[in-house]
C-alpha cells in the first residue's frame, strides 16, 4: 500500500534559519533518505515552502476566488511530506518513527488508483 | 457463556432439547473456542464478516449435528473444519463480490518471517489486529468483545449500555477503518510488542473497570464484564507467558474476582473493603493471584514495575492481609510510590493518600488531600470528596464529612454508590446534631 507522510511543523522560511540549524535538518533527512533506500521502499517526497507563500483558491459562484495565504491557518503546517510503499499500516508506522519528526507526521494510505 | 448462544440457537434446535452435556459442550466451545475458530477462517476469508458468519454457521452446525452423532472428541478442531468449508462455499457463491471489495492484509504462511516473532496462534493475530492503537478505545473493545469473545452486537450495546444500531455502526466503522487504513492481520514483531502490548492492556483493563467499578450504574451485565476480561487475560497470559503486565492484568482480575462477592451486600448496596466479611473470600483465587502477582514482579526484574504488575501488587497486599487495620499499609504506601513515578495520576495520589492515613493518621492524610484538591482533573471525581469525607469523619468533623459525603454522592454515576455515601452523610449529619 501507498501511504503518504505528512510533514507537521511550526512554520519555518528555511530561507532564514542559521545555516548550522538548516544543515542540521537536512542531514537528518539525509538520513531517513539512505534508510528508505537501504530497506529497498519506493518513495517520493518533496520539502515545501511556508504557508506565507501560499495561494488558496475557494469555490465563488462559477469561478474561484484566489486569497494569499494558506487552506486553514495554524500554527504547525505542512512542511513536507513523503509517499512511501510498503506492505501495511504497520510497516508505514515504523518508517514513520525513523522520519524527523517535526510537530507531527500524519501517516494517510493513498487510494489505489487500479483497486 | 454470553446468555445469547442459548436464545441464538433455539430456533435450530427444533423440538428437541439439547442434553446437559451437549450443551455444556456448546458453552465451553463458545466460549473457549470462538476465537480460535474465528481467527483461522479469517485466514481463508481475509474479511471479518465473512469469518463471522462462517463462524456463526458453525456453531449452528454443532447444536444440530452433536445432539445426533454425540459432541466430537476436539470440539473446537470440528467447528474450525466446519467453518471453513462454510467460508470457502461462501467465497465461491460471493467471488465476484468479494474481487471487488478491499481485503484484510494477511500475509502468507511462507513469508510470514517466522523468528521475527516468539509467539505464534492465530488468536493474537486477532487480538493484535482489533487492539490496534490506530484505533480508538472504544472501536477497539467493540470489535475485540464481537470478534474475539464471540458476543452479538445487542450483548455488547446491552453491556456498555449504548443502542444497538450506535454499537452495530461503531463496529462496522471500525471495520471499515481497518480495512482503509492498512491494518494488517499479523502479530507484532518482537520490537514492536512493547508498543503494541499496552493498546491490547487497555482494552482489558476497560472492560474490567466497567464490570468492576461498574461507573454507569450497577447493570445487570456487570459480573459478565468481570469474567470477560478475565477470559480475556487468560488468554493472553496462555499466549504470553513472560509477558510480566499480562501476568500483573490477570492476577489483579483474580485477585478481584476473589473478593467481588463482599463488594456488595444482599441488598446490592456497597460495602467498604473496611466492612467486608473476609472469611467469605475466594481463597483459592486469592492464592491463585498472588502467585500471578509474584511471576509478574519476577519477570519484571532489572526493569521499572508497569502499572498492572504495580496494581497486582497492591490487590494481593489487600487480599493476604488478615483484616483491614492490620494491613501491610507500609507496604501499600510503597507501591503506589512506583506507581506514581510510573504514572502519575491523582487519583492514585488520593488512594495513597487513604493509605497513609493507616499509618500518620487522618489528619496528616487530609493535608494530602487538600493539595490534590487543587488538581482540575479532579474537579468532578467523586473520590477527592468521598476521600475527603472519610478522613474527616475520622478526626470527628461531622458537619464537613456529612456535606462531603453529599457532594461524592451527587457526583458518582454509580447507584448503589450513591446510597452508600448518602447513607454515610445521614449517619454524619446525626453524629453532629
Known sequence: ?115 | MPDGLGNRSAPDMGRRRLSDRVEAALADAHRHGWARVLSSVVRVTRDFDAAEDATQEAFAAAVRDWPRQGVPDSPVAWLTTVAKRKALDGLRRDEALARRLPLLIVPDEDDEPAPASSVADDRLQLIFTCCHPALALTARVALTLRLVCGLTTPEIARLFLVSQPTMAARLTRAKKRIRAAGIPYRMPTDHELPDRLPAVLAVVWLVYTNGHTASVGAGPGRAELVRLAGDLAATLSELMPDEPEVLGMLATIRLGEARGITRVDAAGDLVPLEEQDRTRWDQEAIRDGVALAHAAMRRTAGRAPGVYTLHAAIAAVHAEASSYAETDWEQIVALYDVLLTVQPSPVTGLARAAARSMIDGPAAALEDVERLAADPRLQDYYGLPATRADLLRRVGRNREAAAAYRTAATLTENEAERRYLSRRAADMDAAAS
Request: some cysteine; charged content about 25%.
Open chain 1, 1 to 115: 500500500m501507498k501511504y503518504m507522510l505528512m510533514l507537521f511543523e511550526p512554520d519555518t522560511d528555511w530561507l532564514s534559519v542559521p545555516k548550522d540549524e538548516l544543515d542540521a535538518a537536512l542531514a537528518e533527512h539525509s538520513t531517513f533518505i539512505a534508510y528508505l533506500e537501504q530497506q529497498g521502499i519506493p518513495f517520493s517526497g518533496a520539502a515545501l515552502r511556508p504557508s506565507s507563500a501560499a495561494t488558496t483558491l475557494r469555490p465563488d459562484g462559477d469561478g474561484a476566488l484566489v486569497t494569499d495565504g494558506p487552506y486553514v491557518e495554524l500554527k504547525e503546517n505542512l512542511g513536507g511530506y513523503y509517499v512511501i510503499d510498503v506492505r501495511d499500516l504497520d510497516e508505514a508506522i515504523e518508517v514513520a518513527r525513523k522520519c524527523p519528526m517535526g510537530s507531527g507526521i500524519e501517516v494517510r494510505p493513498i487510494w489505489d488508483a487500479a483497486g
